[in-house]
């Protein structure tokens, strides 16, 4: 399966965006999928995940508090809504997905996922 991200870009701090996940070869309502960043100079980090079978898992709770994690299955599709943006968000976000359905304490493990997208820039100017 290949993924896809799109919809990042350039907003202003305390702007929103969408970011969405959709996967060609299969439908992404059979995998766990996980968002991920990487800000330039840092690690790739968890950002979010979501279970085919439900549950979520953030990050941080101050993340949870701006970004949601959600699907639609009809379109096959993921979304990463992101609202109070920061500077500090700035980096590019990939999607990522398994078939697997781990509990969720492990989701913000990126070596399980098998599949990652190419990832998209998302920039928060102040």
């Known amino acids: 399966v290949q993924l896809q991200a799109s919809g990042g870009g350039l907003v202003q701090a305390g702007g929103s965006m969408r970011l969405a996940c959709a996967a060609s070869g299969d439908t992404l309502s059979r995998y766990t999928v996980g968002w991920f960043r990487q800000a330039p100079g840092k690690a790739r980090e968890f950002v979010a995940a979501t279970r085919a079978s439900g549950g979520q898992r953030y990050n941080s709770d101050s993340l949870k508090g701006r970004f949601t994690i959600s699907r639609d299955n009809a379109k096959g599709t993921v979304y990463l809504q992101m609202d109070s943006l920061k500077p500090e968000d700035t980096a590019v976000y990939y999607c990522?997905?398994?078939?697997?359905?781990?509990?969720?304490?492990?989701?913000?493990?990126?070596?399980?996922?098998?599949?990652w997208g190419q990832g998209t820039q998302v920039t928060v100017s102040s």
């Open positions: 990522s997905a398994d078939r697997a359905n781990w509990i969720t304490g492990v989701l913000g493990d990126e070596g399980r996922y098998a599949y």
